[in-house]
């Protein structure tokens, strides 16, 4: 059996139910886990919400790049997500070195990790130099308002990060993946799980993507349980 953190930041909620499917698909197969989150930032100057909030919206027409994101409601999304995730504990430095594998979640804010999630990352620069993460199984899935606005890239850009810290990259092998050979507009890549959130968030996560995301949970289960203590 091995210890699998599920570590994820979730502004729309999106990224928070594919966490809990990794989660179930470490889980079904009797492996320990915790579900922790990435604060949002504490400034509300810091949260890249606030620029839905209504005091700073700029009604500029619903043919504007606005209007087709419909930040309105996005704002009202986010408040209610936030809120279904308080119960949900913050993740510390001591749940990366408890856990044997570690599955990472987010959102892709211009084709990159979150600056919640840099910033965590940034903030745990002693694990990087101590090396207790080193060895360790690692996988990524993230979402995107639309097919074309990250998917790839962000998990991509985020292993180099995940490499400083020693951990061992684990993707979404096709043969074991058939949902995303598709021409449905659904997420889902070699590189990890994603799910399509559209360009307002109102789309939820597609079963197949849930799907994905648990297989992940399950194949970074089984590569920590494997290679539990090698460096």
Same mark, same amino acid.
């Not at 504990?89 to 990159?112: C, K, M, N, Q």
């Not at 990060?161 to 598709?182: C, D, K, M, R, W």
């Not at 597609?206 to 799907?211: A, C, G, P, V």
């Given at each position: 059996? %091995?210890? !699998?953190?599920? !570590? =994820?930041?979730? %502004? ?6 594919? @966490? ?8 079904? /197969? ?6 922790? +989150?990435?604060?949002?930032? +504490?400034?509300?100057?810091? !949260? ?8 700073? +919206?700029?009604? &500029? ?9 419909? *930040? ?5 999304? =986010? ?12 993740? &510390? ?8 594998? #570690? *599955? ?10 979150? @600056?919640?999630v840099k910033s965590f990352l940034d903030m745990s620069g002693s694990l990087c130099a101590s090396g207790e993460l080193e060895g360790k199984p690692t996988g990524v899935m993230t979402s995107a308002g639309s097919?074309?606005?990250?998917? /790839?890239?962000? #998990?991509?850009?985020?292993? *180099? ?12 092998? =096709? &043969? ?6 598709? %021409?449905?507009?659904?997420? $889902?890549?070699?590189? $990890?799980? &994603? ?12 079963? +197949?993507?849930?799907?994905? @995301? ?5 194949? *970074? %289960?089984?590569?920590?349980? @494997?290679?539990? $203590? #090698?460096?």
């Amino acid at each position: 059996m %091995a210890k !699998v953190l599920i !570590v =994820y930041f979730s %502004a729309y909620g999106h990224i928070h139910r594919m @966490a809990e499917a990794a989660a179930k698909g470490a889980q079904d /197969e009797g492996h320990e886990v915790r579900l922790v +989150r990435i604060p949002e930032f +504490r400034s509300p100057d810091n !949260v890249t919400a606030m620029l839905d909030h209504p005091s700073r +919206r700029q009604d &500029s027409g619903e043919d504007s790049l606005s209007g087709k994101f419909r *930040v309105g409601a996005r704002w009202e999304k =986010y408040e209610k997500s936030q809120m279904e995730q308080k119960e949900v504990r913050e993740a &510390s430095h001591d749940d990366l070195r408890w856990a044997d594998g #570690i *599955v990472w979640g987010f959102p892709t804010y211009y084709g990159s990790m979150p @600056a919640q999630v840099k910033s965590f990352l940034d903030m745990s620069g002693s694990l990087c130099a101590s090396g207790e993460l080193e060895g360790k199984p690692t996988g990524v899935m993230t979402s995107a308002g639309s097919i074309h606005t990250g998917h /790839e890239a962000t #998990i991509l850009t985020s292993i *180099v990060p995940l490499l400083h810290f020693g951990l061992i990259y684990v993707g979404l092998p =096709y &043969s074991q993946n058939p949902e995303y050979l598709t %021409a449905d507009a659904i997420g $889902g890549s070699p590189y $990890g799980p &994603s799910t399509l959130a559209g360009p307002d968030s109102s789309r939820t996560p597609d079963e +197949r993507e849930l799907i994905m @995301a648990g297989r992940l949970g399950t194949r *970074v %289960a089984r590569f920590a349980e @494997a290679t539990k $203590g #090698i460096k």
